[in-house]
Each structure stands twice: as C-alpha cells, then as structure tokens.
C-alpha cells in the first residue's frame, strides 16, 4: 500500500519528500523512546537528555506540518485524485506526531520520579514492553520505508500483546492488597499506560501499511483482521 502512495504522491516535485518524511519522524521516535527509557532506569541524567529530546520532538512536529502542507498542495493540484492514500498519510502523520508526545511522558516520569522500581510483578512486565517496542520501532521502520506487510502484521499482532498486558497491570494495581508506595503505584500507572499508547500508535501506521485503511483508529478490528 506505501509503495502506491509514494507513487501517488511523487508525481508532484512540491511533495515528493512525504513518504520520507513519515520514515523520519518515526526514526525521531525510535531515538525518543531509547532516551527517555533511559532516563527512567538512570542510566543517562535526565538533564543530558531533556533539551536534544524536545528538539527531536519539535523536528517531529514540523515533519508533519511539511506532509499536511504537501498532501494539501497535492490535493489542490489533482482533486479529487489519491483522496484516500492521502487522506491516510495525514491520519499516520498525526499518529507519529503523538508517540513523540508519549516518549515525553515516559521522559517526565524518570526525570520527576527518582525512588527506583523494587516491585518486580510491575517492573518486570513493563521493562519487557519497553525493550519491545524497541524493537517495534524498528520493525515498522522497515515495514513503511519497504511497504513490507508481513512486517506490519507481526507490528500489529506485537502491539495488540503489549496493550493487553499494559492494560492488566493498571488492573493489578487498582485491586493491589499488599502495601506499594504511592509515588511508585503511580509511576508502573502512568508507564503502563504510556507504553500502552505507544504501541497502539505504531500499530495504527502498521495497519495503514497493510493497505487497510478502514481500519485506521479501530484497532482492536484491524488486530483481529491481521490474524487471520
């Protein structure tokens, strides 16, 4: 399916940067999750990270400016011509736009919560989410810039995994008996639902690159659909 795009929108010169564009604001996320993992697991001070994190994410921004700007002139210059590959590359734009935004928010929890992680029922479900939307980021890289399919579905099927077990974990935290400190509950919360959103962004351009564009921002039907 991105490889017609790329077709579609490279016959204009104005726009024959917006597939590439998509690619680099999804390598912009990729180096804003690996930092702001970092930062949690203090491995890297949070101040030696915070200002090229927020460039990268101010570069995200304006990369999907560009493609709105281009898919827009495109448009104007054909209507009524590639309306809905279009009208996709805009919807997964905003979606690589957003996990820029949660890799802020994992960023602000290891630079505002410094009391460590000492409950491994929590900590070890998400240290395995992380180092797997690690590799998520990469697989869709590789999907997107190849148009490869096979690679988007196995994007999908990931995602769907790591939402249900992000989604289990805030729900053993609110019928959790035993005593955990408050600052730390919170912490395993919002990570929990900051990976969660993460992999349902990645999982939202992999279906775009399936060629299933009805299923943008239905997930749960596009995942089931994949598996098939």
Known sequence: MFKQLYSALTSENSIDEA????TRMLEHGAWMFARANEVLYSTVPAEEVRQPLYQRDGAVNELERSIRRKVLRHLTVNPGHDVAICLALMSVAKDAERIGDYCKNVFEVGAFYSEGFHVDRYQQPLDEAAERLNGLFKELIAATRDSDEGRAHRVISAAREIRGRCDRLIEALLREEQAIEFHE?????LLARHYKRVASHLANIAT???G???????PSEADDRALD
């Open 19 to 22: 597939y590439a564009d998509l």
């Open 185 to 189: 509950a919170v912490a395993y919360s």
């Open 208 to 210: 775009a690159v399936t």
């Open 212 to 218: 299933r564009l009805e299923d943008l921002d239905f």
